[in-house]
């Protein structure tokens, strides 16, 4: 699974994701879906400048988590 940890670079930086849509030119709702981990997909485009503006390398943005085994109801 991958994870968007920009909620967390936001409050580190004590900033709104208002601040950063202004800072980034990103329209507030692609800002909010990725804040909240609900986007399906982000241009890399967007992901440098949210970079740029918060001064971060991708790797403190977006990080994969591997997924947990679906439960198969059988024991082996």
Avoid: F
């Amino acid at each position: 699974m991958i994870r968007i940890l920009l909620s967390t670079r936001l409050g580190e930086l004590r900033w709104t994701q208002a601040d950063l849509a202004r800072k980034t030119g990103i329209r507030p709702h692609t800002i909010s879906d990725l804040y909240h981990e609900i986007a399906d997909r982000v241009s890399l485009e967007q992901l440098d400048k949210i970079c740029e503006a918060l001064n971060c390398d991708l790797t403190d943005l977006i990080v994969r988590v591997p997924n947990e085994p679906e439960p198969s109801g059988h024991e082996k």
